[in-house]
């Protein structure tokens, strides 16, 4: 197997996983702080426009996780295709 085509398995695979998990674990990291600073900083109720701007921002870490995961998956199928084409004997593209 070719050195570029096995980085490009280990980092597509690599991304593939490790993206979502990092935008999960961000994101939940997020809210558990906002939680915290506003149960902190107010013990009374809190306005539905500040908990919805740090929701948006938690919720744009998930997508940003997605996002790389998926990158990850195109890169991974990409060099997998390649492999088994290069192992059938026919050219590889």
């Known amino acids: ?10 980092l597509g695979g690599s991304l593939t996983i490790a993206g979502p998990v990092l935008g999960v ?3 939940t990291l997020k809210m558990w702080h906002v ?3 506003l ?14 701007s740090h ?3 938690a919720t744009a870490l998930s997508i ?6 998926a990158v990850g998956l ?15 004997g026919r050219p590889v593209g």
């Open 1 to 10: 197997m070719k050195p570029g085509l096995k980085r490009s398995l280990i």
């Open 25 to 27: 674990l961000c994101a």
């Open 35 to 37: 939680f915290q600073t």
């Open 39 to 52: 149960g902190a900083a107010d013990p009374g109720p809190v306005g539905a426009e500040t908990l919805a």
């Open 55 to 57: 929701v948006g921002t």
């Open 64 to 69: 940003t996780g997605m996002a790389v995961g």
């Open 74 to 88: 195109i890169i991974f199928l990409v060099a997998l295709v390649r492999m088994l084409a290069g192992r059938s």
